[in-house]
């Protein structure tokens, strides 16, 4: 699964000021990704907001995303949830045209056994049209997936990779020392990105490639000097990201850079404090 090596980015879906899609900065932004030198595209994740996205809006997030990519790099769908049979309706029901990829997110809020995450995913796993990547992040869904689950998984046919986000480099190290050769151990904290690729990771599923996809070129492809120094430029800026909650900060470093329109998002989020907003002002890179 060479396509989803390297750079992945997770989109942010641009609001307008009334909060409906704005179209032409995400037509932007794709452009701003691709041109930067990611090596895929990742919609309708955690940092596209895809859970105060309507089924509607959804639907035309991604065919737009298809369409403006025009085939250029594999497009990843972020399709995830807490329940097994409502994900396995909605693969059903979706036009899988243009998408190399699924990356579903370890169920949420129900905080299920380790033996009922590996039954969730395989069962989406023999559902989907397309190759599954696992995704855990304990910091959101209150549960995290074992090495020895991600391992018991990453035998199934179609599932190719894991997205990881747990924070924990034992964790990582273990999948990466008995993972089968062509599963991809992917970093889910830009952070990260350098010490898991270290320890043979595949690459990053990244939230600042979304304004900054040359720094992070430099940081998987760079010469030793000049990928820690990348790795070293985003450490300011990546806690910026997340100070009131992701894609907050990053909607705003998007609009100071002039890539996407504004920086509303949906509630229950806020847009940038005043605060925030200086402070990324003043850290984005010039």
Wanted: charged share 15%; hydrophobic share 40%.
């Amino acid at each position: 699964m060479n396509a989803f090596k390297g750079i992945g980015v997770a989109l942010v879906t641009p609001f307008q000021e009334d909060h409906s899609i704005d179209f032409d900065s995400l037509k932007r932004l794709i452009d701003h990704v691709i041109d930067g030198g990611v090596d895929y595209l990742v919609v309708l994740g955690t940092t596209g907001e895809s859970a105060t996205l309507t089924t509607s809006e959804k639907a035309q997030v991604l065919k737009a995303a298809v369409e403006y990519n025009k085939g250029r790099v594999p497009l990843m769908l972020g399709l995830g949830g807490n329940a097994t049979q409502k994900l396995l309706d909605e693969i059903e029901q979706t036009d899988f045209y243009g998408v190399a990829g699924i990356l579903s997110v370890s169920p949420y809020y129900n905080k299920p056994t380790q033996e009922g995450i590996i039954a969730h995913y395989r069962a989406l796993a023999d559902a989907s049209p397309a190759p599954l990547v696992l995704y855990n992040i304990p910091g959101r869904t209150m549960s995290n997936m074992s090495a020895s689950t991600t391992l018991t998984l990453s035998h199934h046919p179609n599932i190719v990779g894991i997205k990881e986000a747990s924070g924990n480099l034992e964790q990582c190290m273990s999948i990466a020392a008995a993972m089968p050769k062509d599963f991809l151990l992917l970093s889910g904290d830009d952070l990260l990105t350098k010490p898991i690729q270290s320890i043979g990771g595949s690459g990053v599923i990244s939230v600042l490639a979304n304004a900054i996809p040359a720094t992070f070129k430099t940081l998987m492809e760079g010469d030793e000097t000049s990928s820690l120094q990348a790795g070293f430029s985003i450490l300011k800026l990546n806690g910026l990201m997340y100070e009131e909650g992701n894609p907050v900060g990053l909607k705003n470093l998007l609009l100071h850079q002039g890539i996407i329109q504004t920086d509303q998002v949906r509630l229950p989020l806020l847009r940038a404090s005043q605060g925030l907003s200086e402070k990324i002002r003043l850290a984005k890179p010039h």
